[in-house]
């Protein structure tokens, strides 16, 4: 399905016979998203066709994860057949297989501006492809006590951000000698996301589900050499405790008011601001 946050409703939605494993939205066309089964077919739904614009069969087990990069026109899908298959994001012509992994991989990313690909699997190795060569990088990863389930790179393409059950690892992309891991016990993981100033993760636990997030200052590797100030931040180091940060420099007579007085302040400014980004697309 496709859903308008704006307006909280479902515009659109389809069917496959299969189950759905991962679905990655089209980076040119809206309204498109490339869904991917557990029997390896990986289909391109456009609205407003119900059937699917075109069906792949890209692997022989369960799609893992679907990856894009718009800059080279590469999609890139990994599976439990233990391969990576790129194909051409304009014909969906199939690029070539990488058979480098022994065991399932579950997560790949397209570096933000360089024809590198990064991999996990469930053998816990991290992998790095350069695709104009079609080789492996130097300096395969083993990481955690337990396999890595999402894999990205950070913003600027300097690192290789993985996480897992067990941790979090962060490797220099063109030079894997250094590295920063952080431990956690989780449950379950599964989605990354990282931003510039930090790192989001999604977890469960029975039947709750919840997020990490992590300040990306914390990590050596991610900190930024010349930061742009900001007017007050928000730093939520447990998601059911938020914790925040305070500048009283955002209000001219900050420093004259009662802390409460300038925490209600604060809020109906941060309030306010939240409003209106609501409005823009």
């Not at 997020?211 to 200052?217: E, M, S």
């Given at each position: 399905?496709?859903?308008?946050?704006?307006?909280?409703?479902?515009?659109?939605?389809?069917?496959?016979?299969?189950?759905?494993t991962v679905v990655e939205m089209h980076p040119r066309l809206p309204y498109s998203v490339f869904v991917g089964d557990?029997?390896?077919?990986?289909?391109?739904?456009?609205?407003?066709?119900?059937?699917?614009?075109?069906?792949?069969?890209?692997?022989?087990?369960?799609?893992?994860?679907?990856?894009?990069s718009a800059i080279h026109n590469l999609i890139g899908t990994c599976s439990d057949d233990k391969t990576i298959r790129l194909f051409d994001l304009n014909s969906y012509k199939s690029f070539g297989?990488?058979?480098?992994?022994?065991?399932?991989?579950?997560?790949?990313?397209?570096?933000?501006?360089?024809?590198?690909?990064?991999?996990?699997?469930?053998?816990?190795?991290?992998?790095?492809?350069?695709?104009?060569?079609?080789?492996e990088m130097d300096g395969s990863f083993i990481i955690g006590r337990s396999p890595p389930t999402?894999?990205?790179?950070?913003?600027?393409?300097?690192?290789?951000?993985?996480?897992?059950?067990?941790?979090?690892s962060i490797i220099k992309a063109k030079d894997t000698k250094f590295s920063d891991h952080m431990t956690f016990s989780l449950s379950n993981t599964y989605t990354l996301c990282v931003f510039t100033t930090g790192i989001a993760i999604t977890s469960s636990y029975g039947s709750?589900?919840?997020?990490?997030?992590?300040?990306?200052?914390?990590?050596?590797?991610?900190?930024?050499?010349?930061?742009?100030?900001?007017?007050?931040?928000?730093?939520?180091?447990?998601?059911?405790v938020p914790v925040h940060i305070f500048d009283q420099s955002v209000f001219p007579e900050g420093r004259k008011l009662p802390a409460r007085k300038l925490q209600s302040r604060f809020h109906e400014k941060f309030l306010s601001e939240i409003q209106?980004?609501?409005k823009m697309p």
């Open positions: 399905s496709v859903i308008d946050l704006d307006n909280e409703e479902i515009v659109f939605s389809w069917n496959i016979d299969k189950k759905v557990d029997s390896g077919q990986m289909f391109l739904f456009s609205h407003p066709k119900v059937e699917p614009v075109a069906v792949i069969s890209s692997h022989s087990a369960r799609i893992n994860c679907i990856s894009i297989v990488i058979r480098s992994n022994l065991s399932s991989v579950t997560s790949i990313a397209f570096h933000p501006t360089e024809k590198i690909l990064t991999s996990c699997s469930t053998d816990r190795y991290i992998k790095l492809f350069d695709l104009n060569k079609s080789f999402s894999i990205c790179f950070s913003p600027d393409g300097s690192c290789s951000i993985a996480c897992s059950p067990s941790g979090l709750n589900a919840k997020y990490v997030l992590l300040d990306a200052n914390d990590f050596p590797l991610l900190r930024q050499t010349s930061p742009v100030p900001a007017p007050y931040q928000v730093i939520v180091r447990d998601c059911s209106l980004n609501k």
